[in-house]
Nanobody, 114 residues
């Protein structure tokens, strides 16, 4: 049973930054690609960033150049550094494999508002 625990969300003004963290239980973390997904009110959950086990990354166009995903395999943790935040980034953010292989965690709320 894999447990996902997201943290680091909050309220930030447009243009601000946040760093999200996701702790993953279990020894299988290092061999899996990981991703950050988000779900805005009234919208479907979408994958916004992914990272392979070897560190290759990819991003949805709307966050390219602003978000950075990275991982620390020794800590079983994946991060999402979010800069130049916009109101449209407001959502609950979740980590999982890119194809959502595991049960979802509780997510962390990110609100971008002045």
């Amino acid at each position: 049973q894999v447990e996902l625990v997201e943290s680091g969300g909050g309220l930030v003004q447009p243009g601000g930054s946040l760093r999200l963290s996701c702790a993953v239980s279990g020894s299988i973390f290092s061999i899996n690609a990981m991703g950050w997904h988000r779900q805005a009110p009234g919208k479907q959950r979408e994958l916004v960033a992914g990272i392979t086990s070897s560190g290759n990354t990819n991003y949805v166009d709307s966050v390219k150049g602003r978000f950075t995903i990275y991982r620390d395999n020794a800590k079983n943790t994946v991060y999402l550094q979010m800069n130049s935040l916009k109101p449209e980034d407001t959502a609950v953010y979740y980590c999982n494999t890119p194809r959502a292989r595991w049960s979802w965690g509780q997510g962390t709320q990110v609100t971008v508002s002045s």
